[in-house]
């Protein structure tokens, strides 16, 4: 007759030994990714790269902070932006400063392949200040135009790159869990788990993306709802750019705006409407005399397919390859700017006699 030890025992054997196995197996199947699908990327920001209330309302990056964002490491500078550690330019030409999220940030690439690091190493005599962060929008935007001490800084000329989701409200770094029921404080720790795994796991980026079939286009028509004249969330983003500009002007900046595209737009077939919030907003500041470039042409004759110009399974966040195409627009139009300003301040030669 079996003993109730030794049943004990033999359960709690199993168990164990159930749990290492699949443990195991699940560190195999990781691995596995990570060697023969290495375009997977993991989808995290450390969040000790953040610091809330750095800019009023709006957070942002810890200076002198590292980490790693989409599993790529990041540095941050003295000034609170990503930056090679170690880097600086002594008496630049001129200073820009570029304004943007994530995309802009650059999650998934190495600061030399973003279009900020490019820039800055094809023209080494300007200082290039990238002073984007993951979860900005258009009101962070504004703020940090008006609280950052450009002046100091010698900026006058500001990029403010948009991709659709900007439309959308400010996302917050940290719940107010105290005014939060249970059902939300559980919502939001099931959030936070996803968040933890899908930063972490490659293998659970790739499951997940294969569940969900075509992601991108889900969130593109999710972004592009709301592109509506009449939206609300549509009219508030069209007074925010105004904001934007005036709040450069008043600092002497001239503001452009960069329209960025996104993977599903770029598709062949080509999907219904899919340019609809480019005009909308093209229309907007070319009426209110707002500089703008729109890259919907220079990513639709840029070479390859349309997901190979951005992260796996993503349809905002671009690639090296997708880095390198905002990189040569914004260069190409920053020559013009700087050659217009100096062609300005050129004084007139003496009449010959």
Not at 250 to 268: A, W
Request: include cysteine.
């Amino acid at each position: 007759m079996t003993k109730p030890w030794q049943t004990a025992r033999f359960w709690s054997g199993w168990v164990a030994w159930t749990v290492c196995a699949s443990v195991g197996l699940l560190l195999l199947l990781e691995g596995a990714v990570r060697l023969f699908f290495p375009h997977v990327n993991v989808q995290s920001t450390s969040r000790n790269l953040f610091l809330p209330g750095r800019y009023g309302p709006s957070h942002g990056l810890r200076p002198g902070g590292s980490g790693t964002s989409f599993g790529v490491p990041v540095s941050i500078d003295e000034d609170g932006f990503r930056a090679p550690a170690g880097r600086s330019v002594d008496s630049p030409s001129a200073t820009i400063l570029m304004l943007g999220d994530s995309v802009t940030f650059g999650v998934g690439v190495a600061e030399p392949e973003t279009f900020a690091g490019r820039l800055q190493a094809a023209r080494p005599d300007l200082r290039i200040i990238n002073a984007a962060a993951p979860l900005y929008n258009m009101e962070d935007y504004r703020n940090l135009l008006e609280r950052l001490p450009l002046e100091s800084w010698g900026v006058r000329h500001a990029y403010l790159f948009y991709n659709l989701n900007d439309i959308f409200g400010r996302a917050t770094l940290v719940a107010d869990a105290a005014q939060k029921g249970k059902r939300e404080k559980l919502r939001d720790l099931a959030t936070w788990c996803q968040r933890e795994i899908a930063g972490h796991s490659k293998l659970y980026v790739l499951l997940k993306s294969l569940r969900q079939g075509d992601v991108s286009v889900a969130y593109f028509k999710n972004d592009v709802r709301v592109y509506e004249p009449d939206s609300p969330r549509f009219r508030t983003t069209l007074s925010l750019l105004e904001e934007s500009r005036e709040a450069a002007a008043r600092r002497g900046i001239e503001l452009r705006v960069v329209l960025l595209p996104c993977e599903p737009q770029l598709r062949d077939p080509p999907l219904p409407d899919r340019w609809k919030p480019q005009r909308l907003l093209s229309a907007f500041l070319a009426e209110r005399g707002i500089g703008y470039l729109d890259l919907a042409g220079a990513f639709s004759s840029g070479s390859g397919a349309s997901r190979s110009l951005f992260l796996y399974a993503d349809h905002m966040h671009f690639s090296p390859e997708g880095h390198a195409l905002v990189f040569k627009a914004i260069f190409e139009d920053l020559q013009r700017t700087l050659a217009d300003q100096r062609a300005a301040h050129v004084p007139p030669r003496e009449a010959t006699r």
